[in-house]
């Protein structure tokens, strides 16, 4: 199931960022957060690759998403200009954005690549 996140709950589960000046992931496991909006076509489109996938990765993998329209703070943090934008966020290290709509094999590529998850 997608959890859709506010600035609050980002802070809680991603990264508080009115605390912390550097990245300090606060997750407990990997996670990717969807920038999207609902006028978005390419934003529909991967919404269900995405349902799917968090079923898939369930226990290994949180799959957030991010509504740009109402939380504009996030996503100019993030510098998000066009959606959908994908913050790829490992356990460890640096996160990672992507723009578009990606197919199914390169998110689970991203996943083994960046967040460092297989399904294996």
């Known amino acids: 199931m997608l959890e859709h996140l506010t600035k609050e709950t980002f802070k809680q589960k991603v990264f ?12 407990n496991k990997p996670c990717l957060i969807d920038f999207y909006a609902d006028w978005c076509g390419p934003c529909k ?8 996938l968090s079923k898939d990765y369930e ?34 290290g640096q996160p990672q954005m992507a723009q578009g709509a990606l ?14 998850v297989s399904l294996d």
């Open 16 to 27: 508080d960022f009115e605390e912390n000046k550097d990245w300090k992931f606060a997750g």
């Open 45 to 52: 489109a991967i919404a269900p690759v995405l349902e799917e």
């Open 59 to 92: 226990g290994k993998i949180d799959i957030y998403k991010v509504d740009t329209e109402v939380e504009r703070e996030l996503a100019g943090m993030f510098g998000v200009q066009s959606i959908p934008s994908l913050l790829f966020v490992p356990s460890e």
């Open 103 to 116: 197919p199914k094999e390169s998110l689970k590529k991203a996943f083994e690549d960046v967040l460092k």
